[in-house]
């Protein structure tokens, strides 16, 4: 089971740039990493998903170095509309643990205006 | 698509009370996930299903809960009887499975209080 460590909290202002880094030491092979954010009174939302490199899409980035010990969510030119919290798993799609689909408690954005 | 629907959104009730949590998926999806969140522990994650057969269900807190899904279009977690402690919001989601996407949909809630 790849355990997942990441900051509780993070601050920004408006029209910043937003990294947030995950750790997962022991990632295993068929790991993927995937993140998601969960607004207040709402179900967690797919934001990405990636194994290696780098993986874009029209709301996120999603950096891995090569080493796959950490990941970083990259959020372009936040709005307040982004204030959530966003979670980071690790993980075997579809594998027959439990371990696989632990979301942990998230890092929790507040975005200032 | 409507997306996951669940019914109630909000349940209270009294302590020893049976609660049925009522879920429908996304059409076509093969796996239905039922999660409880709460602040002291987060999201955790109960039991889920693929093709309507339970998978994984050691998350189940205890034998007072049970989930069943009779059809690919309908799930249930019921909690008999109710404490206290199960207070929480109680999320399904489901997913298809195709290449490596890792990508749940989650429906909306239900926010369980028991008194």
């Known amino acids: 089971l790849a355990k997942t460590t990441q900051p509780i909290s993070m601050d920004s202002y408006e029209g910043q740039e937003v990294n947030i880094t995950c750790s997962h030491n022991n990632i295993a092979t068929n790991d993927y990493i995937t993140w998601y954010q969960q607004f207040p009174s709402q179900g967690p939302r797919f934001i990405i998903q990636g194994y290696k490199t780098k993986v874009t899409n029209e709301v996120a980035s999603l950096f891995i170095p090569a080493d796959r010990k950490s990941s970083t969510l990259s959020l372009p030119r936040v709005s307040l509309s982004d204030t959530a919290v966003y979670y980071c798993?690790?993980?075997?799609?579809?594998?027959?643990?439990?371990?696989?689909?632990?979301f942990g408690k998230g890092t929790k954005l507040s975005v200032k205006p | 698509d409507a997306g996951v629907i669940q019914s109630p959104r909000h349940e209270v009730t009294e302590m020893g009370q049976e609660v049925t949590l009522r879920c429908k998926p996304i059409s076509g999806h093969d796996y239905l996930f039922w999660y409880r969140q709460t602040m002291m522990r987060g999201l955790e994650l109960l039991i889920y299903f693929n093709n309507n057969v339970p998978i994984d269900d050691s998350g189940m807190p205890e034998d007072r809960f049970s989930a069943k899904m009779p059809n690919a279009s309908f799930s249930t977690l019921k909690i008999q009887p109710s404490e206290p402690r199960d207070s929480a919001v109680y999320f399904c989601?489901?997913?298809?499975?195709?290449?490596?996407?890792?990508?749940?949909?989650f429906g909306p809630g239900t926010r369980l209080t028991v008194t």
């Open positions: 798993l690790v993980g075997s799609p579809y594998g027959g643990s439990q371990g696989n689909l632990i």
């Open positions: 989601a489901s997913s298809q499975r195709f290449a490596n996407s890792y990508e749940q949909y």
